[in-house]
T-cell receptor
């Protein structure tokens, strides 16, 4: 199993601060995905990164795929309370039958 | 609206009482899957289905059954629930599952408590 380790596990910040969360592995991935899960809801896909070194932006969120395709980061600029949630990274397993998720980073942004 | 629906959203039951959690998607997706989410363990796959009448075990299938008689529905069956099946359950479906642009759509979740 290709494990994904996410850090930090919990993050509590004030509105307007910047933050970065990480998704690391010793394995090489063909692609990685980031999902956000809000309380009482299912995960929702934010982005898929495919190419080593790739950077994708989604408004105030910046996603980067490591050059060696073993890790990824999510940077949020000027966090807002609406960014509160659980951020999960995931990859499709080698058999192509499931998504394997990291345990996630729980982000709390207070105003 | 494209969506995955699950019912019920909340369920409290007793050990041994058979139950079914329904899952339906209106996107004509071939791939469907069930996950459970537990604190400290994250999301783990229970069963998946690549198409109608094609189902297979995921990482934690013990105590669960599924069926896929029609493309849109993928019910999860607990024949004899036990307290260790207390969890948050998610159904998901996906188009283009075998391609690099795959995306899984998740239902809103079913919180199950077995006493």
């Amino acid at each position: 199993t290709q494990l994904l380790e996410q850090s930090p596990q919990f993050l509590s910040i004030q509105e307007g601060e910047n933050l970065t969360v990480y998704c690391n592995s010793s394995s090489v991935f063909s692609s990685l995905q980031w999902y956000r899960q809000e309380p009482g809801e299912g995960p929702v896909l934010l982005v898929t990164v495919v190419t080593g070194g790739e950077v994708k932006k989604l408004k105030r969120l910046t996603f980067q795929f490591g050059d060696a395709r073993k890790d990824s980061s999510l940077h949020i600029t000027a966090a807002q309370p609406g960014d509160t949630g659980l951020y999960l990274c995931a990859h499709r397993n080698q058999a192509g039958t499931a998504l394997i998720f990291g345990k996630g980073t729980t982000l709390s942004v207070s105003s | 609206e494209a969506q995955v629906t699950q019912n019920p959203r909340y369920l409290i039951t007793v050990t041994g009482k058979k139950l079914t959690v329904t899952c339906s998607q209106n996107m004509n997706h071939e791939y469907m899957s069930w996950y459970r989410q537990d604190p400290g363990l994250g999301l783990r796959q229970i069963y998946y289905s690549m198409n109608v009448e094609v189902t297979d075990k995921g990482d934690v299938p013990e105590g669960y059954k599924v069926s896929r008689k029609e493309k849109r529905n993928f019910p999860l069956i607990l024949e004899s629930p036990s307290p260790n099946q207390t969890s948050l359950y998610f159904c998901a479906s996906s188009s283009d599952w075998t391609r690099s642009s795959y995306e899984q759509y998740f239902g809103p979740g079913t919180r199950l408590t077995v006493t």
